[in-house]
């Protein structure tokens, strides 16, 4: 599974599951603030090391 971050870069950022690190569950709902390393891949930008951000007032990142 997989999605893409909203990340204010040039090109959104594709997330999959398994880079989702720290919860239970392994998606992210819209909105939700998160936390991650970008990598540059011939595909595109890929999201590591996702870490879900609970309750900040100001998101870097949110997740679309």
Do not use: C
């Amino acid at each position: 599974n997989f999605g893409y971050i909203e990340a204010g870069l040039s090109k959104d950022v594709r997330v999959t599951s398994y880079q989702i690190k720290g919860t239970n569950h392994r998606y992210l709902r819209k909105g939700e603030t998160v936390e991650f390393d970008v990598l540059e891949t011939k595909q595109g930008l890929d999201a590591l090391d996702v870490k879900l951000i609970p309750n900040n007032p100001e998101p870097p990142r949110t997740a679309t």
